[in-house]
Each structure stands twice: as C-alpha cells, then as structure tokens.
C-alpha cells in the first residue's frame, strides 16, 4: 500500500498555501512515481463551523491511523469570541496531545537568494542549515506545582521545571536519529550549571549517547551561550536540542536568521509506530493570516518545506526532500517573490498560485 498522509487546509490561508502542496504531491506522483494515499479533512474554524468542534473524533482516529499528517493553519477574527473549549487551536492541541507528539522540529535554513533578508549579514547565514529540536509536553509549561498562591501577606507566581528520565531519553533519540539523516551532529542546550533538570538532562543525553548513537558527535552547551552563538556562528550547528522552554525562544530566535515567516516549516513528531515511522504532524510555523485570507498573496513556501519534511524524516525520501529544496532555492534564485519576501523597495509580487506553479516548473527542470 502508498504511505498514506492526512490533509488538514484548516482556515484562512491555510487552503491556499495547501492547495499549492497539492500541486507538488501531483508532480512526484506523476514524475517520480512516489504515490501517497492522500485523504482531506477539516480542523479548526472550519470543522467548528460543520461539527461543532475543531476537531471531530472521526477526524482524531485518522490523524492516528495514517503515517503523516500535514496541517495549514487554523484560528481567525470570525472565530475569537468562541468559548475556549471550541476555539480552532483547541483542535491543533489535542492532535499533538492524543499523537503524543514530544519533539517539535524546527528548521532554520538560509536560502541563498534570501541571505540579505535576514537580521544577520550574509556571511553568517548564507547557506545556513539547522534544525531545533525542542522538547514539546513537558517542562516548565506543564510541571506541577503551578499556580499563583498566597505567601504571607503578598502572592506568589509559582512554575516547577520538571523531566523525568523518560522524557529526556525519547526527545534526544529524536534528535540523533534526526542527525544520522544530517551531518550527524549535535549539541544539547540546557543549563546544568543552575539547574537540577539541567543536570539529568545532560546526564541522560550523554547516556542514550554513548549506549546507543556513539556515531553522532555530541557536544553540551549551557542554553545562554546557545542563544549568542546562534547569533554569532550559527553554522557552527547542525541538530540542537533542547527542553521545551529554551526550545521555545531559541527557536524563534533562530527564526529570525532566515527571514520571512511565509519560508518556516515545521514538524512535530511522536514514538514510532509499528511501521517504524514516527508519529507526525507537519505545518507551517505560520497562522492563518486573516489579513491577507483570500487574496492569493500568501507565500506557500512554508507549507510546501514542510512536506519536504514529510518526505524526508517520514518517508525516507531524503533526495527527493534535497530536489524540492533545490527546486525553491531556483525559483528564489531566478527572482520571484510572493509579497511577504519584497524588501521595502518594493516590486511586483507573484501571487500564491504562481509561486506553486513556479515550483512544479522549477522540479520539472530539475
Ligand atoms: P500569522 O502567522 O497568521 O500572521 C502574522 C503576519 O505574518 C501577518 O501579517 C501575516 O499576513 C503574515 N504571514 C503569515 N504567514 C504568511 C505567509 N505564508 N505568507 C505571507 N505572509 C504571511 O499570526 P497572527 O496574525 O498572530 O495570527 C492570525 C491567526 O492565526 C490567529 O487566529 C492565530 O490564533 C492563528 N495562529 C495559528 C497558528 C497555527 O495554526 N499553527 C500559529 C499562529 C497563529
Ligand atoms: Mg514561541
């Protein structure tokens, strides 16, 4: 049987920058014979709008059946005065709650051609290739004790950091695995110097280190200094990874290093399943955009690099994954720029569609 992937458009630009990754599926089916079972459902505003809730159960036990799911955004102005159990990112959460879905892959990647986009010079970045691993159901956001309480006469805001050896085991084989697929490198972030759970988990990553990936190049570094070296030398790195908190800024830092929002791809993975493959989400860094909803302006690149993801940490598909990349790497080269990528001295943008055709273009020429 063909992989099987589960498409979830959801609202706003989310249709239009999916309809796009239709056109690229189409084009490896057709060209390269790598067929998917693609199927369609809804989540967010739009299945609150026909069920009630932004994710249908029937739509949960297909996320869980198939090998990958691929999301587009969900949220907007129509649906914010919804109570909060019904609010669309209800539907985003309990899919990465219900998959388990612990380690969330964010890429950092300098095209070429967008290398003066970015907030660093262009030497710095320019062929910039990274991936943040962060942890992402545990930690701080979850530990408990948690609350605001009463101390005396004045109040206290209380969080608790906590992993349990569990927890840190499975993100860091995350992250070598990912690496033996890269350049097999990686460099946890946390900080042991001032931190109890940052002593385990420097502990427990040189532990799955050193009895199961002796093979990959390991170094620690203290989360601080992470964040200036990602700012000083970021091609220092290959695979970071780091707890759910620190994931968070740093990723987002890293972020900044490459420019446009419209270019993040992201996914979320979970344990294997009994085929081997993880449990996985993919998405757009992106929302749902609802200033530009509708226009044909949205940059789909995003959503299309996060297939590319699909492809290669999924499918296996590691050189198909490179040919997408070169594919979108040749149509920035040649000069096209959907509006989000227009520097302040303007030009003419292409729409949404004509970017997605300018790929397929560029594959067929690759
Ligand atoms: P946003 O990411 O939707 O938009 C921020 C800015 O970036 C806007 O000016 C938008 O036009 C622009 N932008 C975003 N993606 C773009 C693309 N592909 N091409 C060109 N320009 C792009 O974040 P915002 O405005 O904070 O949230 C809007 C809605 O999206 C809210 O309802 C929010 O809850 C939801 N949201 C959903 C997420 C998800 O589905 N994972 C993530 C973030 C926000
Ligand atoms: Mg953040």
Redesign the pocket.
């Known amino acids: 049987a063909n992989p099987s992937i589960l498409i979830l458009p959801?609202d706003?630009?989310g249709p239009e920058?999916m309809a796009e990754v239709r056109k690229i599926i189409s084009w490896f089916d057709a060209k390269r014979g790598l067929s998917f079972d693609v199927s369609e459902d809804l989540v967010g505003g739009a299945a609150y709008d026909v069920h009630g809730t932004p994710l249908a159960d029937s739509t949960m036990e297909k996320a869980q059946s198939v090998d990958a799911v691929l999301l587009g955004?969900?949220?907007?102005p129509k649906y914010d005065s919804l109570p909060f159990e019904v609010k669309?990112?209800r539907g985003?959460l309990r899919l990465r709650k219900e998959m388990d879905l612990y380690a969330n892959l964010r890429p950092a990647v300098c095209f070429d051609a967008l290398a003066d986009f970015s907030s660093l010079k262009r030497d710095v970045v320019a062929g910039l290739d990274i991936m943040i691993v962060r942890e992402l159901t545990s930690g701080v956001y979850f530990g408990e004790p948690r609350g605001i309480f009463t101390e005396g006469n004045e109040r206290v805001g209380i969080n608790t950091q906590r992993y349990t050896e569990s927890e840190i085991a499975r993100v860091a084989r995350s992250a070598f695995e990912l690496a033996r697929r890269r350049r097999n490198k990686v460099c946890s972030m946390e900080k042991a110097n001032v931190m109890e759970s940052g002593i385990l988990w420097r502990e427990v990553v040189q532990k799955v280190h050193d009895e199961e990936y002796p093979d990959v190049e390991l170094s620690h570094m203290y989360a601080d200094n992470g964040a200036m070296q990602l700012v000083r030398n970021p091609k220092q790195f290959d695979v970071i990874v780091t707890d759910n908190l620190f994931g968070d800024i740093l990723s987002d830092a890293a972020a900044m290093l490459t420019g446009?929002?419209?270019m993040l791809p992201s996914a979320s993975l979970g344990a294997p399943m009994a085929n081997g493959r993880p449990k996985a989400l993919y998405?757009?860094v992106?929302?749902?955009?609802?200033?530009?909803a509708g226009q044909n302006?949205?940059?789909p690149i995003?959503c299309i690099l996060s297939f590319g993801m699909a492809l290669r940490y999924s499918f296996d598909q590691g050189a198909e994954a490179d040919r997408l990349e070169r594919a979108v790497e040749a149509v920035l080269a040649k000069g096209l720029r959907?509006?989000?990528l227009m520097g302040p001295e303007g030009g003419s943008p292409v729409s949404t569609s004509e970017m997605g055709d300018a790929i397929v273009q560029a594959l067929d020429e690759s």
Request: hydrophobic residues 35%.
């Open positions: 959801g706003g630009i920058v955004a969900v949220g907007g669309p990112e985003l446009s929002l419209g998405e757009p992106h929302g749902s955009a609802p200033d530009i302006k949205a940059n995003a959907t509006a989000d």
